[in-house]
């Protein structure tokens, strides 16, 4: 029996935890029809539970801090075929990526994982601020750091007046997320790893919040470095792009419940199931294993 491994990555806050939470719930309560089915799970898998449960109550789901952190692994297998499917979620939180970056050196552990990939379910967010912006947009939005006119009197006014610049200390975590994401792409398709996802699902998450384009339009605009990464590699590493709301709109933490949120309304959904959104290559409205199964190959 045949057994594709996938890798779940992205950094803090992009979804992940929550895409997590619903597939399990959609897989496990079978309300809706689903393109793969919830396959063999041994051992102990309470932890899928407790953030379903919150999930299906309505709460924010939050991941655990990284000191207590539960690895998340779902299995999948689609009706009368022979394929296991395991998901296996990691959890890069930035000070990874910016280690990762700064270094050049990867955890043991994070190799390994990269190492039994054959598929890459690459989770960003859509609320994420934009972080690509250019020299000239910079200089656009900081008309103050532009020097003072200085009046021609005669003299030599850079004598007094001008002063050597130093050069500002690098910080690897303000470097724009799309260029670490990229920048660990290629260093584990380049020597000593070598290694390359057989293909590539980029998940959008929080698609809720952004604006009414496809999804392949929003990563052209917004992450324009990633797309054209994904897309210079496509002939080796093919790729999709979808949209996802996991969780249908906001919600409160379930120690804050007064918090201004969706909840309410989101609650009047009978289905819960039909809270999740999946917009893109002729996904159902609340399938999120569309993307899982073509990420497989199985697609027909």
Do not use: C
Request: no cysteine; charged share 25%.
């Amino acid at each position: 029996m045949a057994k594709v491994n996938h890798m779940v990555m992205g950094v803090q806050s992009s979804g992940k935890t929550t895409f997590a939470a619903a597939l399990w719930y959609l897989i496990d309560s079978r309300e809706l029809d689903t393109v793969l089915r919830k396959g063999l799970h041994n051992g102990d898998f309470q932890y899928l539970e407790t953030i379903a449960d919150n999930w299906a109550a309505g709460w924010q789901v939050i991941r655990t801090p990284t000191d207590a952190h539960e690895p998340i692994r779902i299995n999948l297998k689609q009706p009368g075929g022979e394929e296991d499917i395991d998901l296996n979620f990691i959890d890069l939180s930035g000070e990874t990526f910016e280690r990762i970056f700064a270094t050049r050196a990867i955890d043991a552990r994070v190799e390994s994982l990269f190492e039994a990939m054959d598929g890459l379910l690459l989770f960003v967010s859509a609320i994420r601020k934009k972080d690509d912006m250019s020299i000239l947009d910079i200089g656009l939005a900081m008309p103050e750091a532009m020097p003072p006119e200085v009046e021609d009197d005669g003299e030599d006014p850079q004598a007094e007046t001008l002063k050597p610049v130093e050069d500002p200390e690098f910080t690897p975590g303000k470097t724009p997320q799309q260029v670490q994401i990229v920048d660990l792409l290629q260093s584990i398709a380049d020597a000593p790893m070598g290694l390359r996802p057989s293909r590539i699902a980029v998940i959008i998450s929080a698609w809720d919040k952004a604006p009414p384009v496809m999804p392949d339009i929003w990563l052209k605009d917004r992450m324009p470095l990633l797309y054209q990464y994904l897309a210079n590699h496509e002939l080796a590493v093919p790729f999709r792009i979808y949209g996802v709301s996991a969780q249908g709109g906001s919600l409160p933490k379930r120690e804050k419940p007064d918090t201004p949120s969706q909840r309410t309304e989101l609650l009047k959904v009978k289905v819960a199931g039909e809270r999740i959104k999946v917009v893109g290559h002729g996904a159902r409205a609340h399938d999120l294993t569309h993307p899982i199964q073509w990420l497989s190959g199985l697609e027909d």
